[in-house]
């Protein structure tokens, strides 16, 4: 009934299968990962801290993560949210948090304008979704707004991993002020960077240089979705 009045007013339907009513239809939302896993890219950026993922990044949460950020259908925050709290689980599970201090999400930043154009910050919003379901179930964390775009990467697309890094090396940096008082009032608390897909580490292994160069302590990069990547093999020329 529900579905059917949503498709009636908004005439909204699954991004996923079509079916008219909700973004995600119930069926399409009991599909989607529960749980998450190690994903380290091949080939992997020198000191990338402990990355994880919900699931891969192909049919049902492509999709979901492009209808969110480039189409603005906000409500799709709250499954790929749900999945990002998975991969944070699955970090925090691993950290030695004895002491039990909160942990920091600290979602990799889209530039300014692309926020304007878009009207709003897709990880952020997911991230505090995520964040909203882990202190549901007992996870101290926290959301902290560290890290802004310093300059622009040129297109991402048809590079491989080394030309990716050198890109995008320089184009963040860590907020100093809210970076300092972080430090002084949780000393030592872990951080663990979000983003949505990571695809060959880049990203968040410039996301987690600028934090650290703050001396901040960035135990683990959390995404929705990983790709599976494909090393580009360099060619030869043959003599003839």
């Known amino acids: 009934m529900l579905d059917a009045c949503l498709d009636l007013f908004l005439g909204s339907s699954c991004g996923v299968c079509g079916l008219p009513g909700r973004l995600l239809c119930e069926p399409c939302a009991a599909d989607l990962p529960r749980g998450a896993a190690v994903c380290w890219p091949t080939p992997c950026p020198a000191g990338l801290a402990l990355p994880v993922a919900a699931g891969e990044y192909d049919e049902a949460l492509k999709v979901l993560v492009n209808a969110h950020k480039e189409r603005g259908q906000f409500s799709l925050a709250r499954p790929l949210g749900t999945l990002l709290a998975q991969a944070v689980g699955l970090l925090i599970g691993a950290m030695d948090r004895t002491d039990g201090t909160a942990c920091v999400l600290v979602p990799v930043p889209s530039r300014g304008p692309v926020v304007r154009a878009r009207g709003h910050d897709p990880m952020l919003r997911v991230t ?109 020329n043959r003599e003839s």
Do not use: I, Y
């Not at 995520?130 to 802004?148: C, D, E, I, Q």
């Not at 310093?150 to 090396?169: M, T, Y």
């Not at 184009?171 to 000393?187: V, Y």
């Open 128 to 236: 505090r979704h995520a964040a909203g379901v882990l202190r549901r179930h007992g996870v101290p964390v926290t959301v902290s707004v560290l890290l802004r775009s310093k300059r622009v990467a040129r297109d991402q697309s048809g590079l491989h991993a080394d030309e990716r890094a050198a890109n995008l090396a320089g184009t963040m940096t860590a907020l100093r002020g809210p970076a300092e008082r972080l430090r002084t009032r949780s000393p030592g608390a872990p951080v663990v960077v979000t983003d949505d897909v990571l695809t060959t580490g880049s990203t968040a292994r410039e996301a987690q240089r600028a934090l650290e160069q703050e001396g901040l302590r960035v135990q683990g990069v959390a995404t929705v979705a990983a790709t599976r990547k494909r090393v580009r093999r360099p060619t030869h």
